[in-house]
């Protein structure tokens, strides 16, 4: 079983439509979680963090955390073509004290004009 | 959040030979990190730089192979050694700051003939 799954798309909205954009993790223990965003041939770049249960909200984005169903999304409203690229869910490694994180395979994301 | 530079950006090497990645970050923190993500690829984490001990690897990487080096709080390297085609992949270096959010550099895309 992966340790963090995302589904890898495509995902394809149209522009001005809410993406939506999950993730679910095998480590229940984990506490820290993180969304990036990664243009092609760029590298990731952080978005959103989200430590607690509940909706945390920055902009256009918001990040949903549901520890008790291991699961968090990533919700990006009013989309534009300038969202499209791969979004990538991350989580910390529990065991870790050194800040590690676990990657899912990515989530592509479309946004059409 | 924090500014961090890689060299090179990119590099085509011929096999058996080594490449030497440099980090730079512009501030001091305390953990380092390098990943490779092959193409269409999610990141696959090499080892952990914390700054006056050795590189913590990631099972299926060895240190002959990935050399890392930390002197310092703003710096560290990684060697790819004795090269062979399956090394060519973006590898990339993150930074964890203050608040353990992961940063990463522009990436080094590295092929081998």
């Known amino acids: 079983q992966k340790e963090v799954e995302q589904n890898s798309g495509p995902l394809s909205v149209p522009e001005g439509a809410i993406a939506s954009l999950n993730c679910t993790y095998s480590?229940?223990?984990?506490?820290?979680f993180f969304w990036y965003r990664q243009y092609s041939g760029k590298s990731p770049e952080l978005i959103m963090s989200?430590?607690?249960?509940g909706d945390k909200e920055d902009g256009r984005f918001t990040a949903q955390l549901n520890k008790a169903s291991q699961y968090v999304s990533l919700l990006i409203r009013d989309s534009q073509p300038s969202d499209s690229a791969t979004y990538l869910c991350?989580?910390?490694?529990?065991?870790?004290?050194?800040?590690?994180?676990?990657f899912g395979q990515g989530t592509t994301l479309q946004v059409k004009p | 959040s924090a500014v961090i530079s890689q060299k090179p950006s990119r590099d085509i090497c011929q096999r058996g030979t080594s490449l030497t990645i440099q980090c730079q970050v512009d501030?001091?923190?305390?953990?380092m990190f390098w990943y490779r993500q092959q193409p269409g690829q999610s990141l696959t984490l090499i080892a952990t730089?914390?700054?006056?001990?050795?590189?913590?690897?990631e099972s299926g990487f060895v240190i002959d192979k990935f050399p890392i080096s930390r002197p310092n709080l703003t710096f560290s390297t990684l060697t790819v050694s004795n090269m062979s085609p399956e090394d060519s992949s973006i590898y990339l270096c993150?930074?964890?700051?203050?608040?353990?959010?992961?940063?990463f550099g522009p990436g080094t895309r590295l092929t081998v003939t």
């Open positions: 993150s930074v964890l700051t203050d608040n353990y959010e992961q940063y």
């Open positions: 480590d229940r223990v984990s506490q820290s």
């Open positions: 989200i430590y607690s249960n």
């Open positions: 991350a989580v910390n490694v529990p065991t870790s004290n050194t800040g590690k994180l676990i």
């Open positions: 501030s001091q923190v305390t953990m």
């Open positions: 730089a914390n700054q006056g001990s050795e590189a913590t690897y």
